[in-house]
């Protein structure tokens, strides 16, 4: 059998696990092996049994397989086949795979909902202003010109700020 | 005297708003380690428990409870049925009004699912809101900008909102206008699905419209559009009612009666059939036929009645026979318990 990463040299290393049911294996020879920075290192006895067992409980980073999310392992045919995605850091690495698949779910629309405490502050202004502009339509529509000229000052002051 | 207008309340049983949430740092379950599994389980559920949220929450660990206890929960809408059926560390966090169920590992992490009666989508939202900023103040949640709340699966992304209303709707599937229901809410993102959600069989004329769409719209605006559409099919079933009862009163209260006479007497029932003559049983008194069994009190039996909650109210597992003979023994108390015996 070849690495699977430089599909060069034979692989010598072969690692397998299973979590949750969740079957992985990697083939490396050992080149590509000592040269992954999050794969289980030897330990002094020479063996990769400790390390296994540690990734295996989850107190290690996972192995990532060529292709695989880095953070949880998860590859793009089982996204394909699931439509699920493995973890938060999918949505950046397979955003090629899911882009068209999110815009045949919910059309071309981008977040507008609320926000979580960690967002960024250009997210919680696009957020106040997005709101303010519902506002603006709506008191146009209602005829409350009063009440828009005000929101369109706020709004003007806000935009004002991020230039 | 017969009402020419129904009550939104006999037609609007329940409401629901449920918010699908992660904490940034682990991977969602299913490709979690046991370990990081309870480490997640473990965290929110002490953490709701020990907060002050003007409710007590208790934790239900689901792995050390049976499967009729957890089936129980699943027929009263507190958790999903594939929290209930999957393995590992999971659970809920209940209050104690029994109205707030925050699922852990389902899924998503977190599952926080409101209910109330009737339709209240923006109260069930406002309570939902409130407890999903007190998880906030204490964990980081998974999230982008563009995409909102980051969810197991992309079709929850967004505001990971999923509103929900069950109506009764019998005049509907009496007159064959479920299909085209189902046909209309679709092109405009709603679904309609039977009384336990996704892929479940309508039960007693029982369905729920839910928005599909939570990606773009906000949290007020999916709300406010499932609440005309929900209003939409309340108005139309009222209208068929009046129709029904203007031109054929008499099939209707033949209907009712009958429905009446076999739940008071039969001293066995299947769950199917209970449901069918219980849904007959709500039109009776929703048009006011029958005046001595509320709305509510059906409601409350449409759940007791089914397998797993019987089985919990007995405290042992029962064969399909066993729960008959208990389902006709709990339906002559509940709701004919001070009248005279056959």
């Known amino acids: 059998?070849?690495?699977?990463?430089?599909?060069?040299?034979?692989?010598?290393?072969?690692?397998?696990?299973?979590?949750?049911?969740?079957?992985?294996?990697?083939?490396?020879?050992?080149?590509?092996?000592?040269?992954?920075?999050?794969?289980?290192?030897?330990d002094e006895s020479g063996d990769y049994l400790g390390s296994m067992i540690s990734e295996l409980l989850g107190t290690q980073k996972r192995t990532p397989q060529p292709g695989s999310c880095p953070f949880c392992g998860t590859d793009a045919q089982s996204i394909r086949n699931s439509g699920k995605v493995g973890c938060a850091h999918c949505y950046d690495n397979f955003s090629a795979i899911l882009t068209p698949y999110i815009r045949q779910i919910h059309g071309n629309g981008t977040h507008r909902g609320k926000l979580?405490?960690?967002?960024?502050?250009?997210?919680?202004?696009?957020?106040?202003?997005?709101?303010?502009?519902?506002?603006?339509?709506?008191?146009v529509a209602a005829e409350e010109y009063e009440k828009a000229a005000g929101i369109r000052d706020r709004l003007k002051s806000l935009k004002g700020g991020t230039e | 005297?017969?009402?020419?207008?129904?009550?939104?309340?006999?037609?609007?049983?329940?409401?629901?708003?449920?918010?699908?949430?992660?904490?940034?740092?682990?991977?969602?379950?299913?490709?979690?380690?046991?370990?990081?599994?309870?480490?997640?389980?473990?965290?929110?559920?002490?953490?709701?428990?020990?907060?002050?949220?003007?409710?007590?929450?208790?934790?239900?660990n689901l792995q050390e409870m049976d499967d009729f206890s957890s089936g129980a929960l699943v027929e009263r809408h507190i958790i999903s049925p594939e929290l209930s059926s999957k393995k590992g560390s999971r659970g809920v966090?209940?209050?104690?009004?029994?109205?707030?169920?925050?699922?852990?590992?389902?899924?998503?992490?977190?599952?926080?699912?409101?209910?109330?009666?009737?339709?209240?989508?923006?109260?069930?939202?406002?309570?939902?809101?409130?407890?999903?900023?007190?998880?906030?103040?204490?964990?980081?949640?998974?999230?982008?900008?563009?995409?909102?709340?980051?969810?197991?699966?992309?079709?929850?992304?967004?505001?990971?909102?999923?509103?929900?209303?069950?109506?009764?709707?019998?005049?509907?599937?009496?007159?064959?206008?479920?299909h085209p229901l189902i046909a209309n809410l679709g092109k405009l993102g709603f679904a309609i699905r039977g009384i336990y959600g996704e892929g479940s069989r309508a039960s007693g004329s029982l369905y729920q419209i839910s928005n599909q769409i939570t990606l773009g719209p906000t949290e007020g605006e999916s709300l406010e559009r499932l609440g005309k559409v929900a209003l939409s099919c309340i108005e139309r079933e009222q209208e068929l009612r009046s129709r029904f009862l203007r031109d054929n009163a008499i099939f209707l209260e033949d209907l009712v009666w009958r429905a009446y006479g076999i739940l008071a007497y039969a001293r066995r029932i299947h769950g199917e059939e209970a449901m069918e003559l219980i849904s007959r049983l709500r039109v009776g008194v929703s048009c006011g036929i029958v005046k001595d069994i509320s709305s509510a009190q059906l409601n409350e039996l449409s759940w007791a009645i089914q397998p797993n909650n019987l089985s919990k109210s007995a405290a042992r597992a029962l064969a399909p026979q066993e729960r008959d003979l208990l389902r006709a023994r709990l339906i002559k108390e509940r709701l004919f318990n001070n009248k005279k015996e056959a």
């Open chain 1, 1 to 42: 059998m070849l690495c699977q990463n430089c599909g060069n040299h034979e692989a010598d290393f072969h690692y397998s696990s299973n979590v949750n049911g969740e079957a992985r294996e990697i083939h490396l020879c050992s080149d590509c092996a000592s040269k992954m920075d999050s794969f289980p290192a030897k």
């Open chain 1, 116 to 139: 979580p405490n960690n967002a960024g502050e250009s997210a919680k202004l696009a957020k106040q202003l997005d709101v303010l502009e519902h506002e603006l339509r709506a008191a």
């Open chain 2, 1 to 60: 005297m017969m009402p020419n207008s129904f009550r939104t309340s006999d037609i609007a049983i329940s409401s629901r708003v449920r918010l699908a949430r992660n904490l940034s740092e682990y991977p969602f379950p299913g490709h979690m380690s046991p370990s990081q599994e309870r480490e997640v389980a473990d965290s929110v559920s002490s953490f709701l428990c020990g907060i002050a949220a003007g409710t007590e929450f208790s934790y239900l």
């Open chain 2, 93 to 178: 966090v209940l209050s104690s009004d029994e109205k707030v169920g925050i699922m852990l590992n389902e899924e998503d992490h977190i599952r926080l699912q409101v209910l109330g009666d009737g339709l209240c989508l923006g109260k069930c939202y406002e309570r939902a809101n409130q407890i999903d900023d007190l998880i906030d103040s204490h964990f980081s949640y998974a999230w982008s900008e563009n995409l909102g709340y980051l969810t197991h699966c992309p079709t929850n992304l967004g505001t990971g909102m999923r509103a929900s209303v069950m109506l009764h709707l019998p005049s509907h599937a009496h007159l064959g206008e479920i």
